[in-house]
């Protein structure tokens, strides 16, 4: 079974289908043993929870791909040939799921793009392994750079990159854990969150493409390249904090449970820091209790309305819009993949705008 692709990405559909196609072949190298790596095909949507509807190599979501579609288009832009930089395309995306595998099970998520999580069908056990398997697989795919023709010294600085982005995003993920015990978490804290957590792997896909294509030459350019990695990475965290909260599963593909969950992102922070004494309090409360009813989840939606949590997000995010088109120009990219760049900026923007009506129903 397939879905439809995101009308705000139909322009960007032909990449998004050579991530997709790259990917499955490369994760069919795998086979032994096979009921463990059919857990990763899962995952990724190649294969179906039933044994009879599985195999046929189909997605059963829309798979936005975004970290390795920046890359890709970054490539193709400064290359005219994405193909010496697939092992990098692909390796970006593994890690990123990684990271989501690992996120589902200490979030105590049990739905991803409107499926199970892979924790919640085969194990938290399970889950931790597939997650280490696809980091692991990540660094093997930096190393078939070397096959690819790319230069020793541009290896090692994608590798050195490749760690360093790695071990910012757990640093992030703590802060995320930490977060969850407290009530006093500034905006500031926030962002220096999210930066590290979410922004980090953009900018560093960002800044690898450029890497491979640019060798040793142009170091502002590059540094150009993070710049808008960091500021689209941020932009993306932002819309989803939206979604997570006013978003519906046929808009994310999964439950709507933040508040359910109690996570501190920026809405809820903003309130806590905006909120009446009153209604601080009883946030406070609600957020301390042992878990959230429906009207709990209610009297939550009432305090944000009341704070304008939803327009004070709104304006962050096109401050960051405006911030990750800024950024994008100065890399000097053509027009052609500058439009193309865009279209993702874009995306991030417009899958909230549906959001406005639906908020004020509150």
Excluded at 37 to 62: I, P
Excluded at 241 to 246: A, K, P, S
Aim: charged share 25%.
């Amino acid at each position: 079974m397939s879905c439809p692709h995101s009308d705000e990405l139909s322009i960007l559909k032909p990449y998004i289908e050579i991530i997709d196609k790259e990917l499955l072949n490369f994760l069919s190298r795998f086979k032994n043993p096979e009921e463990y790596y059919n857990t990763l095909l899962y995952h990724f949507g190649y294969r179906s929870f039933s044994q009879e509807n599985s195999g046929n190599g189909a997605h059963c979501f829309f798979a936005k791909r975004l970290r390795p579609l920046m890359c890709l288009l970054i490539s193709e832009s400064l290359t005219e040939d994405y193909h010496q930089v697939i092992p990098l395309i692909l390796g970006i995306e593994l890690m990123h799921n990684a990271s989501l595998i690992h996120d589902d099970i200490q979030d105590r998520d049990e739905v991803r793009w409107g499926r199970p999580t892979v924790w919640k069908l085969f194990g938290i056990e399970q889950g931790i392994n597939c997650g280490d398997t696809l980091q692991a697989m990540a660094y093997g795919l930096i190393l078939e750079l070397y096959d690819k023709g790319i230069k020793e010294n541009v290896v090692r600085k994608v590798l050195e990159v490749s760690s360093q982005i790695h071990r910012t995003v757990v640093e992030g993920q703590y802060l995320d854990l930490m977060f969850e015990n407290r009530t006093d978490i500034t905006e500031a804290e926030y962002f220096d969150m999210i930066e590290r957590k979410t922004a980090a792997p953009y900018a560093g896909a960002a800044e690898c493409a450029a890497l491979l294509a640019y060798e040793n030459k142009y170091p502002e350019r590059v540094e150009a390249y993070r710049q808008f990695g960091l500021q689209l990475g941020i932009l993306f965290q932002l819309s989803d904090d939206i979604l997570g909260i006013w978003g519906g599963i046929e808009k994310t593909g999964k439950t709507p449970a933040d508040i359910r969950n109690k996570k501190k992102t920026l809405p809820v922070i903003y309130t806590f820091n905006h909120a009446s004494p009153d209604s601080r309090e009883k946030l406070i409360q609600l957020y301390d209790s042992p878990q959230l009813s429906d009207n709990d989840i209610f009297q939550v939606l009432n305090i944000l309305q009341e704070t304008g949590a939803y327009h004070a997000c709104d304006v962050w995010i096109k401050k960051y819009y405006q911030e990750t088109l800024s950024a994008l120009k100065k890399t000097e990219i053509s027009a052609s993949f500058l439009e193309k760049l865009s279209g993702i900026a874009d995306y991030c923007l417009n899958r909230i705008k549906v959001m406005t009506a639906a908020k004020k129903s509150v």
